[in-house]
């Protein structure tokens, strides 16, 4: 039986130590990459020439946020598991990442953290079925349809715009990106708007930041 290929994305060089030399204890593994941004961490799956079987994720990191790295890791490697390791703790933020298709969530203020058992379940059973897995506020969502950010349901170019919002892009900038008019860019604005019932532009960035979204 061939060793489980890991990859860890976790900004804090001591946290991701730690978490390397527990797996390597509990797992006969090899880790094929390791960095603390999602930027440099794509850059060593691909510089290893192998496909990870499980991802550790952080969502708080520099250049490229743990967000937009599983949308890659997604997209590059489909047949990858993802386990999100964070301090997010934001329900809604939660749900969005479960939507997005990760396979388990642990919080890193939980009080019985088993980071090796976590990666463990997930390479048996598919998923960690942990308190996060089981809430009935997961369970109850058409993750099909929608992502979801706070208590609100977006859709996915709306999502998008949020990103290009906490990114500074102008409304001249989007437009070019959907290669749309500026009036349908100030359209979708005001619907998010709307929905979160806010006015400015500043108040739609604190408010993805709080629940992780990053730039």
């Known amino acids: 039986m061939r060793r489980v290929l890991i990859g860890i994305a976790e900004d804090h060089a001591a946290i991701r130590k730690m978490m390397i030399n527990e797996v390597k204890e509990k ?9 603390g941004n999602g930027f440099d961490f794509l850059n060593e799956l691909k510089l290893s020439n192998q496909i990870p079987d499980i991802v550790s994720i ?13 949308k890659e890791i997604k997209s590059q490697y489909p047949s990858t598991k993802i386990l999100v390791f964070t301090f997010v703790a934001e329900l809604d933020a939660i749900i969005n990442l479960f939507n997005i298709g990760i396979h388990g969530f642990v919080g890193k203020a939980d009080e019985k953290l088993n980071f090796s058992s976590a990666i463990i379940e997930i390479l048996e059973h598919g998923f960690l079925k942990n308190k996060y897995y089981r809430s009935k506020q997961l369970a109850s969502l058409d993750w099909n349809k929608y992502s979801f950010i706070g208590n609100n349901a977006f859709t996915y170019k709306e999502i998008e715009f949020i990103q290009f919002n906490i990114d500074n892009l102008s409304t001249v900038e989007i437009a070019k990106l959907w290669f749309c008019s ?10 998010i708007y709307t929905k979160l019932d806010i006015t400015t532009r500043q108040e739609l960035v604190t408010y993805a930041k709080k629940i992780g979204y990053e730039s």
């Open 27 to 35: 797992l006969d593994c090899e880790i094929i990459a390791e960095a």
């Open 58 to 70: 952080d969502l708080s990191m520099p250049i490229m946020n743990g967000y937009d790295t599983i």
């Open 182 to 191: 500026e009036k349908n860019v100030k359209y979708h604005r005001k619907k």
